[in-house]
Structure formats: C-alpha cells, structure tokens
T-cell receptor, first 110, second 113 residues
Framework: KQEVTQIPAALSVPEGENLVLNCSFTDSAIYNLQWFRQDPGKGLTSLLLIQSSQREQTSGRLNASLDKSSGRSTLYIAASQPGDSATYLCAASNDYKLSFGAGTTVTVRA | EAGVAQSPRYKIIEKRQSVAFWCNPISGHATLYWYQQILGQGPKLLIQFQNNGVVDDSQLPKDRFSAERLKGVDSTLKIQPAKLEDSAVYLC???????????FGSGTRLTVV
C-alpha cells in the first residue's frame, strides 16, 4: 500500500523567499506524481504532473522534481507571494489510484 | 474543456439523515473517483469507477455509503444514515489515460450535526 508523507506540515515565510516543499512515497512503482494546490474550503487545483519517466516539470515560478529511486519529490516555488498562501498536496499514482499526503500549509507574510 | 462539476457546494444535515452528492466528470473521461477529505488530512479514495463499473470500493463504508455511475457519465454518492464522523469535504475527480492527470471538482462540504 502506497504511503505518502509531506514535511513540513506547515510553513511560514516572508514574501520573496523561495519555498521548498517535500514529499516522500514508499512504493517507487508509480505512473506519475502530481502536485495540487488547495485553498481553504475549495477543491484541488492541479499544479504540476511529473510522469514516471521524467525528472522534473516547470511552470512559471513552480518547479517540481522527481527521484523515483529514493521515493522523493520536491516542489520549489520561487519568489513567494502572499497569493501563494494555500495548502499544497502531493499525490502518487499507482494503477490509476492516487494516494495523497496530508499536505503542507504555506503562509506567505507580506 | 469544462471542468468536473459537483453539487451541492455545501450541505448541513442532522445525524441519521440521508444525503446525496452529484458529480459530472469531464467529457470523455472514463475513470471517475470519489474522495473523502477530513479536515487536516489528505483526500482518501472511497470508490473508483471505470465507465459504469466499480474498480475499487475497498474503503467505502458499504453499510451506509453507496455510489452509482449510470451510463458511464454522471455519478451519485449517497450516505444513509449519516454519522457525525462523516463531516468532510467530498471530492469528485476524473481522469483519462491520454491526459494521465486527475482533474478535481470544487467539492461538497458536508457538516453532520
């Protein structure tokens, strides 16, 4: 059974600082890994999808890396802004099933 | 493309009452999922459909929860009778092998009092 862990559970940084969010998973036989953003009381918005054959994906200020052998993925957010405040969830896909971590709640202070 | 549609957005019911949630996936997505997200936790899979057949319902509390996906499109999740611990956000998602990724709806926030 896939277990996904996200550390830290919460993070508070001043505006402009770079963010590093960590995700680890126990079963390396994944199809892909996806990062989501969740605002309070809202659904999940997909940020980045990394296929199992890829090492990283980039979109604007966001960059996600994947190391299957070590069971780790990292989401980098450059030059953080108050609008980046949200909960970030990573999810590993095995056999078309998504297993989620509990998320990292980010607060960017103006 | 239109996103995954869910309704209602919010629902408050008393324990032992019944409730139903509706989901319309992205057109052409054969796989549909229902997730339960309790406050402070990541989403947990309740049931997965491939077209109108159930692929995985191992974590669905079948004594009170039921779900169906008629004609392989829309889906309904029902809880009867509800318990206090069912208070959560219920998320619907769909996926397609071509897109690989999962698209989630806005969710239904259920409060059982």
């Amino acid at each position: 059974k896939q277990e996904v862990t996200q550390i830290p559970a919460a993070l508070s940084v001043p505006e402009g600082e770079n963010l590093v969010l960590n995700c680890s998973f126990t079963d390396s036989a994944i199809y892909n890994l996806q990062w989501f953003r969740q605002d309070p009381g809202k659904g999940l918005t997909s940020l980045l999808l990394i296929q199992s054959s890829q090492r990283e994906q980039t979109s604007g200020r966001l960059n996600a890396s994947l190391d299957k052998s070590s069971g780790r993925s990292t989401l980098y957010i450059a030059a953080s802004q108050p609008g980046d405040s949200a909960t970030y969830l990573c999810a590993a896909s095995n056999d078309y099933k998504l297993s989620f971590g509990a998320g990292t709640t980010v607060t960017v202070r103006a | 493309e239109a996103g995954v549609a869910q309704s209602p957005r919010y629902k408050i019911i008393e324990k032992r009452q019944s409730v139903a949630f509706w989901c319309n996936p992205i057109s052409g997505h054969a796989t549909l999922y229902w997730y339960q997200q309790i406050l402070g936790q990541g989403p947990k899979l309740l049931i997965q459909f491939q077209n109108n057949g159930v692929v995985d319902d191992s974590q669905l509390p079948k004594d009170r929860f039921s779900a169906e996906r008629l004609k392989g499109v829309d889906s309904t999740l029902k809880i009867q009778p509800a318990k206090l611990e069912d208070s959560a956000v219920y998320l619907c998602a769909s996926s397609s092998p071509r897109s690989y990724g999962y698209t989630f709806g806005s969710g239904t926030r259920l409060t059982v009092v």
